[in-house]
């Protein structure tokens, strides 16, 4: 019997086609055949949303080769991924190609010939409740971006979009800039005593003042305790040694992925998705091309029980009894909505150490499947054992403290310690040994200056970890959402920190005011179990738009008349223009507001908006401007610019770093004292350069 296997990508196809004999024929469709149109709505709203659907532009050639080769055959499989848009993917295909067979269907959440090859045995029917589901949440979107989009270029700016969970995410961001920009300082100091034992030094932290929780909260402080411990006694009060153990993090799903590869490997939720897509689909190792993990999306914890037993064997023969615990370990996902179609993300052959097949891979296809392998084998390891030991000591009412492990047991940091590169062996923290009563000897005291610090912004791996927790968005979403937020210039990435852009800020703004709903947490996230109802059956898709429907759209007919009354005038800037004499003003680009001729289109001259200050550059004795990074930061450069690049995220002034010579910066210290720093990362002042902000300011 002649078959055609149709899958999505071109590299899948070449991997299951080894997996297949003569009579399988295996195409790619690229993804999705149809879709909702570009230039039009698209959905039938007075017909239970019925979504009007056309072949996309530009997949005329691979519809083509897939309706000649269909002709060819005895029967048709659809192969695409194991997951909602996979299932409508190949819904779409049995509607377009008229498969008339209903066992058309093969899932695989690995591709190993023996996956592959059980699959193609055991074809099952569409699962339409997945495909309802995605068609619910493509029609959802649809609703949203067309509908509010058109008032947003009225309002704010021509070309803006608005996205159901994009909006969201960077109401997220935004939030978090306004609890920064919000934080009250406070300043607080610690102390720390170093110890001379018979054994080495001790270094112990102080914890309390007469009983009570040690807070010192300015100099005077500090200096009235040191003055108390000057001729004081130090003597070890207790020495306790308990037992803890530490067990292994479950394998990966896909945010957890995402955030350790950003943690460790600094790769973005772009890369570590198309990375992901790689092993996955195929490497060709010792001449044979296999899926090397298993499908890359996923919120799910749980691991085949034919991979837990693979994995049980390796760890038994490499690693001996003592590290295989008696039973499997089972973890648990920790949410209610997690779907369990699909595994963690595992290898697919335990027995591929990394090291094995460094030779085969990229670079960052090895950091990240060596990532996965590590994780996989650990969860099924067991718990690492430590000592903690803890030591107290006394001096004049004071209490402190010092603590260190001691490793007694390796269990699963084993493969993660063999795994490490040179120069990456961590730092065990043992502490020296003493005995309780024992005196000690006071080498220094030192104090230490903090300043309590904001809620740091968000990175992708955080933004990730923050959708996951709140339930919006699924592992498929993630990655896209941020691209999008990006892409729109919502948001700017600087240093791995995301910060709204004015733009974003604005977008958000008006959000809040006419469609709360929209950007609201809670109501998101509800209408993502809605989808998952749908998914699994005990919800209907049409339901679940008609519901969400009629309150957007009478939100959306007030929102029309009371923005309808708003007319926005252009803000006057009070400078007038160079080139032909009228009044410059602002207005709303892709990077925030700039400075443009009321004369427009006759006149054309645009500029950035700059705030003058009165310090010259020592570089070229140009005046310093204040501008405005791509983020909205604010950061100081010369007037001069593009002869001149002097840049600086601090305000400068006029003298120059005596270690380097550079122009230096003033930075106002979280308690509201200045220090002056020296932006020059190269200076051979150290201590400056701990101080100094990271990276050049991005310029409009």
């Known amino acids: 019997m002649k078959t055609l296997v149709i899958v999505e990508s071109p590299t899948k196809a070449k991997t299951i086609e080894k997996f297949l004999g003569k009579q399988y024929t295996v195409k790619s469709c690229m993804g999705h055949i149809r879709d909702l149109p570009k230039s039009s709505f698209g959905v039938d709203v007075e017909h239970d949303f019925t979504p009007h659907y056309i072949t996309i532009r530009g997949k005329g050639d691979i519809i083509k080769t897939l309706k000649d080769e269909s002709k060819k055959v005895d029967r048709i499989l659809l192969a695409s991924d194991p997951d909602r848009e996979g299932e409508a993917i190949a819904w779409h295909l049995q509607q377009y190609l008229g498969v008339d067979n209903p066992n058309c269907r093969i899932r695989f959440n690995e591709i190993t010939g023996e996956a592959v090859k059980k699959a193609v045995r055991e074809p099952s029917k569409i699962d339409i409740d997945k495909v309802d589901a995605q068609q619910a949440r493509r029609i959802l979107d649809r609703l949203v971006g067309y509908k509010l989009s058109p008032l947003l270029w009225k309002k704010l700016k021509k070309g803006l979009s608005a996205g159901r969970v994009q909006t969201v995410a960077v109401r997220l961001i935004c939030d978090r800039e306004q609890e920064i920009s919000d934080f009250i300082t406070e300043e607080y100091w610690t102390l720390t005593a170093y110890l001379q034992t018979s054994s080495g030094e001790l270094v112990a932290k102080l914890v309390k003042v007469d009983g009570a929780k040690a807070e010192l909260a300015n100099r005077q402080q500090v200096d009235d305790l040191l003055t108390r411990l000057k001729e004081a006694a130090f003597c070890v009060s207790a020495v306790n040694i308990r037992e803890k153990k530490k067990s292994a993090a479950p394998p990966f799903t896909t945010s957890t992925m995402q955030q350790e590869a950003s943690r460790r490997l600094s790769l973005t939720a772009r890369k570590t998705m198309q990375t992901a897509q790689q092993l996955y689909e195929g490497i060709a190792v010792g001449g044979v091309v296999t899926g090397l993990i298993t499908y890359m999306r996923t919120d799910s914890v749980r691991v085949a029980e034919g991979a837990v037993e693979a994995v049980r064997q390796y760890i038994g023969q490499r690693y001996g009894k003592d590290y295989l615990p008696n039973k499997p370990n089972q973890y648990s996902s920790g949410k209610g909505r997690t779907q369990d179609a699909h595994e963690a993300i595992r290898p697919t052959q335990v027995e591929y150490s990394p090291q094995q097949i460094k030779p085969y891979l990229t670079t960052q296809q090895y950091k990240l499947y060596k990532l996965i392998w590590e994780r996989f084998v650990a969860s099924q390891m067991s718990a690492a054992i430590f000592d903690v030991h803890t030591v107290e000591v006394m001096a004049a009412g004071c209490l402190f403290r010092a603590t260190g492990n001691v490793l007694k047991f390796a269990g699963y940091t084993q493969v993660y310690n063999e795994g490490r590169e040179e120069g990456e062996k961590e730092d065990s923290g043992v502490i020296v040994p003493v005995t309780k009563g024992e005196a000690l000897i006071l080498n220094k005291l030192s104090e230490t200056q903090h300043f309590t610090q904001p809620p740091p912004r968000y990175s992708e791996a955080s933004l990730i970890k923050a959708l996951e927790e709140l339930a919006i968005g699924r592992p498929s979403t993630y990655a896209p959402t941020i691209d999008t937020i990006l892409n729109r210039n919502y948001v700017a990435r600087e240093e791995k920190q995301l910060f709204p852009t004015e733009l974003g800020q604005l977008v958000v703004d008006m959000m809040k005011e006419f469609f709360p709903n929209i950007v609201d947490v809670d109501f998101t996230a509800e209408m993502e179990r809605h989808l998952d109802e749908v998914e699994e059956g005990r919800e209907q898709w049409v339901e679940v738009l008609r519901e969400f429907y009629g309150p957007f759209a ?91 690049t002097y840049v600086a995220w601090d305000m400068p002034v006029e003298e120059k770093c005596p270690s380097c010579g550079a122009q230096l910066s003033i930075r106002n210290n979280r308690g509201g004292q200045t220090q002056k720093i020296c932006p020059n990362r190269e200076c051979p002042d150290k201590e400056g350069q701990q101080k100094r902000g990271k990276g050049r300011p991005k310029k409009n």
């Open 554 to 644: 009478q939100t959306l007919e007030h929102a029309e008349r009371e923005m309808a009354k708003i007319v926005i005038e252009p803000e006057q800037s009070g400078e007038n223009c160079e080139k032909c004499g009228k009044p410059m003003v602002y207005r709303l680009g892709r990077y925030g507001r700039f400075l443009a001729c009321s004369g427009f289109p006759e006149c054309r001259n645009t500029k950035a908006i700059v705030t003058p200050t009165n310090v010259k550059c020592l570089a070229c004795g140009g005046n310093i401007v204040q501008r405005k990074s791509k983020a909205g930061r604010i950061f100081y450069g010369c007037g001069n610019y593009p002869d001149c």
